[in-house]
């Protein structure tokens, strides 16, 4: 349960950190809240010969707004998105992800370049066509989200490559809003979760937990949008999802369990919405 | 090797540490402050909380030489020089918030911080805050009633 030997890197500047990165390439790892990675070393799931702790640069903390959209610095914590009132959704989402502890330490940029799929930000990302800044000593490139997460713990970010900034569109004061999922314990990754966004305009709906990436249900929102009931638009979202049967769930209990956060997440985004 | 100084319990101490070496078995092997108790070593069980720069953590999920300048408290820093029990301490010996002691310095950490920042705390929020530690024998009843009478709520 102790991490292989590697070295350590503390860059204290965005470009000392992306030159760190440029240099040592596949061998080296950015350290964000460590939350996910420093469990990972130490199980020796993964080692890497080269640490890039980011805690240290100051230039990628921080919320902004621009126009219609919040931008989050990647290593802002995830603590610090409960007052994120600008976008509901990352509100609501915080208080899942993790106990408030790993919250302190843990970052918004970690939780997306981490992706796993069963956790929360990816989902939300994906539900808002959020756009994620990734920056290499060369450049820097804009990625929407759904083309940010390709699998399991795997992005469109090289090695290379450091996500930045996560820029999140902003709805307007008559949208509703809700995050809905089922964990085993409170904290817990979910067996699945849903995140719903719903304006008199315009839907938004993905899924967690239930594929190898988060799920965005374009059909569902139509219905959604359409004011179906809340089981119909889940029996939509439902419709073509396969998740693993594993040791926690069967594929069965997950679909089930997703229909459920669905519909949950639709009548809470809705009386939300009329709030 | 990294030369790290840090500010523990209130006192500044520099030491060498692996990069490798988290935080926890720092505090336990280097620095000999055993309270912190290490059960998962993978950030779910909560034992090893201790605070960070004021903030509660995970101290197995992170590496010593990451607090290099910070400050750390652990569970030894809470009580009074004389050795009295801070409230939150006294409180879990008067609810029986304890029984085998294992977990006992992550909650009291835990909870310590948890009163800072929510001093009169409902029912549902203090489980919440208690969510993220993990008792296998005591049973919650009596920790819960412990943060209650250490928010001043004697049940």
Redesign the interface.
Known sequence: ????????H?PETRADALALLAEHGDDAKALAG??SL??IL??RLTRFAH?V?L?RVDDLQGVTRENGTLVVGAMTRQRTMEQADDVPLLVRAT?LV?????R??GTVGGSLAHADPASEYPAVALALDAEFDLASAGETRRVAAADFFLGTWTTAAAPDELLVAARFPVWGADAGFAVVEVAR???DFALAGAVCAVAPDRAALSLFGVASTPVRCQAAEAALLAGAPPADVAAEAVRDLAPADDIHASTATRVRIAHTVVARAVTKAREDARA | MHDIEVVINGERTKRRVDARKTLADFVREDCALTGTHLGCEHGVCGACTVLVDGEAVRACLMFAVQVDGGEVTTVEGLGGPDGALSPVQDAFRSEHGLQCGFCTPGFVVTVTAFLRDTPNPSETEIREALSGNICRCTGYQGIVKAVQRAAGDAP
């Open positions: 349960m102790k991490p292989a030997p590697f070295e350590y503390a460590g939350q420093v469990p130490a199980m640490l702790d805690n208080p993790g106990h408030f502890q790993i302190n330490r314990r409170h904290g």
